[in-house]
């Protein structure tokens, strides 16, 4: 692209967003400048607006434009069961199964010393606080079984000790509809510990 | 995702981008609500400051931030040759040759029928006004080698017969470092019909 200014900072922008690379975020560039004025106002608008309206709901920490989030407002959850996740988006992927009745707590990333964050940095205090002020049964670490996720669940499972709550992991094989043959070998391993008896 | 309209609303703005899907759209849309407040804004400033700044330069409608886009305003280009194509990334991937030292000229779309998109609709006018006042040699039709690009094409190099002007087409062929056994027939017959004498 001849350089022009306005346009390669658009480019820059785009290319910021997870998964998009060069290409796309010139793509998404000319999108725009072909696109009416109006399509690129309330794009930009509705970054702005989601932003300026979307907070953590103040128990659970999952994304809402209320005081509340919609699971926890509900009184028909169990309110003695939290599951504990990464991100707000780990809640849809659990809600989708409609299997789940318990709320939920969201870290809002992982322990990784790594990229340099630490418990501090994510909302475990929160989450021992719940526990300590409510009539909570279990909690069950629902971190992805990656280096990062499972030394958060350990972690936080060590903090929890005191508070007499029964910690649970997620089971670990091979994933429904998935193959065998194809399948990590740490995952078969763990397939095979974990075998069940079948009924 | 439980129902928040400003998020929905989010995800949907990034679904409008070319080859996102709602997967994709949520993901950014995360990254922005986890983002710092500032990068947000920086965002959607950058959205609004380019489609103001952006426009067609006066003379071959690329893109251009002043009234001549940075090609025409090289006086070391040819301006006895025009190269046409669809739209101003098309010049991005035939400046990344070297190769060319002409003009463009950008049809900023092509004509479509079933898209409803008529001559008038995109850039043939000014293109036309250009050949007919301007000392121009050679028109080459780079418009893409489907239906709707050859039938521009052919539209186009009608409508300057009377100019007396030479009008040429990209080479169709084989791609360089592609694959005979993976190349569809038609390309294949093109490039049998087309083939040269080895020096």
């Known amino acids: 692209m001849q350089y022009i200014p306005a346009f390669s900072k658009l480019v820059e922008e785009f290319e910021k967003l997870p998964g998009v690379g060069s290409k796309s975020a010139q793509k998404m560039a000319y999108y725009i400048i072909a696109a009416d004025k109006?399509?690129?106002k309330t794009f930009a608008?509705?970054?702005?607006?989601?932003?300026?309206?979307?907070?953590?709901?103040?128990?659970?920490?999952?994304?809402?434009?209320?005081?509340?989030?919609?699971i926890c407002a509900n009184e028909k959850r169990d309110a003695s069961v939290i599951c504990v996740v990464e991100k707000p988006g780990d809640i849809d992927a659990i809600e989708r199964t409609r299997d789940y009745n318990g709320?939920?707590?969201?870290?809002?990333?992982?322990?990784?010393?790594?990229?340099?964050v630490g418990p501090d940095d994510i909302k475990i205090a929160?989450?021992?606080?719940?526990?300590?002020?409510?009539?909570?049964?279990?909690?069950?670490?629902a971190t992805s079984p990656n280096v990062e996720g499972?030394?958060?669940?350990?972690?936080?499972?060590?903090?929890?000790?005191?508070?007499?709550?029964?910690?649970?992991?997620?089971?670990?094989?091979?994933?429904?509809?998935?193959?065998?043959?194809?399948?990590?070998?740490?995952?078969?391993?763990?397939?095979?510990?974990?075998?069940?008896?079948?009924?």
Request: proline share 3%; with cysteine; net charge negative.
């Open 103 to 116: 709320l939920y707590h969201v870290l809002h990333g992982l322990i990784s010393p790594m990229s340099d």
């Open 150 to 199: 499972q030394a958060t669940a350990m972690y936080i499972s060590k903090l929890l000790k005191p508070f007499e709550v029964k910690v649970t992991g997620l089971a670990l094989g091979i994933p429904v509809g998935g193959s065998l043959e194809y399948s990590d070998s740490i995952t078969i391993a763990q397939a095979m510990e974990n075998r069940k008896e079948l009924e």
């Open 45 to 70: 608008d509705s970054i702005i607006e989601a932003k300026q309206k979307i907070k953590c709901c103040s128990v659970c920490q999952n994304l809402t434009d209320k005081e509340l989030c919609s």
């Open 38 to 40: 109006s399509v690129a």
């Open 126 to 141: 929160e989450l021992l606080v719940r526990v300590s002020e409510n009539d909570v049964k279990e909690v069950i670490m």
